[in-house]
DNA sequence: AAGTGGTCTAGACCACCTT
DNA sequence: AGGTGGTCTAGACCACTTA
């Protein structure tokens, strides 16, 4: 029997995940910056969708905290100010510094071995200027921090907000000496842990996390020219309940 | 011209958020049960739309931890075994340390007498056995703490957090001692804010979290055995303290 | 007063079951 | 095979914003 509607079986997953997932890469990638619309029929064209698809895939991103939905009035990439910077790296520290210390605790002598071995990957990305693999590495180093603690509901929360962060990079980028500095803090974290210092780990997590907010904060102070989008109206913030 | 559809003017908001807004009540009341399904033409009928809304909302919930969606199978509210407890506690106590410690720290004489006033009015509903304002009034001084903190993305995920767990306490109850020793609690914490004692509110406040996640295991008795799923952990973290 | 875009319905398609 | 229910499309309705 002739199918009425497409023919081809591009069918591996559903399509409001693939939309999803294309919509949140674009955000982490910088495509689709902070404050932005994100318009249903455009999307429906880019991606050959109808529009319960992109629908769906906007209220999952918005519960991802990456998209803010306004009733009647539709999804814009989730506004980034100064504060909710300092909220977010505040619940970082708070994060990071528990995944430390746990670590500190109960990481095998392997998984100390496997930080190490990211962490040189990462150094050599940095050598090499190579962005991408730079930010891919780091998010690693994080991850395995988070996942040794064996707690997934904080590293859910955890990669939620680095999702937004990684967003604000790419669109403001690191100071120029940061690079280097991030390297000396990691390697003090992974020094506290493999001498199984819970307060010290903790406290290397912490200051890590104060300095990316400190540098995230000037960088995106230097006035980016406002994009050619609408005129900003107001920040809406629509918390839900 | 007549219109097609409905006349009725019910549309104060946008019917996905009435439909969220139901079944995330729902699930905290108790009505749909953790592990429940929870089937789209079923909650088309019994809420008069159409499935779009439905799924949207559901979407939404899934964003905010209260539902599962798996592709091709449907939503189920989330399930909950001992394992998600303790991590969901684990997290609420570096949380509520959080808030209580920087409580001590800002909050002004007047917030202080109003914690006191809620803590005053929680004591009365437990005397008179009113559960659903006994939550409420719960609900409420720990919100207060967040507030006081300044930070509402933390607070974002502490409510989230407390949803789910108010699900458990909706199915499980607490003990029979747990609620006067909650006073003691509050007033413990309470005491050390406005003596200024940081590391004193922050112990409280992590203690209270801890005793609140044996309560909530106990009463439930979850063996955490695994289930028909596959067991890819090796090493369990640790049963902390 | 159009137009744009958000919202919702009806129905078709199709994946995963049961029998 | 048949049924149940998840998924997607097409199109109608309607809120908000242009001019």
Redesign the interface.
């Known amino acids: 029997m002739g199918s009425v509607l497409l023919d081809e079986f591009a069918h591996s997953?559903?399509s409001?995940?693939r939309v999803a997932d294309t919509i949140r890469d674009r955000i982490i990638a910088g495509t689709y910056t902070p404050g932005m619309r994100l318009k249903v029929p455009t999307l429906c064209i880019d991606l050959a969708v109808s529009s319960?698809p992109v629908?769906?895939a906007l209220?999952?991103?918005?519960?991802?905290g990456l998209v803010v939905i306004a009733?009647?009035k539709g999804a814009t990439v989730r506004p980034i100010d100064a504060r909710?910077i300092r909220?977010?790296y505040?619940?970082n520290g708070?994060?990071d510094a528990?995944f430390a210390g746990r670590a500190a605790?109960?990481a095998?002598d392997e998984q100390i071995m496997e930080l190490i071995a990211i962490h040189r990957k990462l150094e050599q990305a940095m050598l090499k200027g190579d962005v991408p693999k730079r930010a891919d590495n780091n998010h690693q180093f994080h991850s395995l921090l988070g996942e040794i603690?064996?707690?997934?509901?904080?590293l859910t929360?955890r990669l939620r907000?680095r999702n937004l962060m990684r967003a604000m990079r790419m669109k403001y980028g690191f100071s120029a000496d940061r690079e280097s500095i991030v390297l000396g803090e990691h390697e003090e974290i992974i020094s506290a842990i493999s001498a199984r210092d819970v307060a010290r780990a903790e406290y290397a997590a912490k200051m890590h996390c104060l300095r990316s907010c400190d540098d995230i904060i000037i960088q995106a102070s230097i006035e980016p020219r406002p994009s050619a989008t609408q005129q900003p109206a107001k920040r809406l913030t629509a918390?839900?309940?």
């Open positions: 997953d559903t409001y995940r319960n629908r769906e209220q999952q991103l918005q519960g991802e009733p009647n909710l909220e977010i505040e619940v708070i994060l528990f605790q109960i095998t603690s064996g707690n997934r509901e904080a929360v907000h918390t839900s309940n």
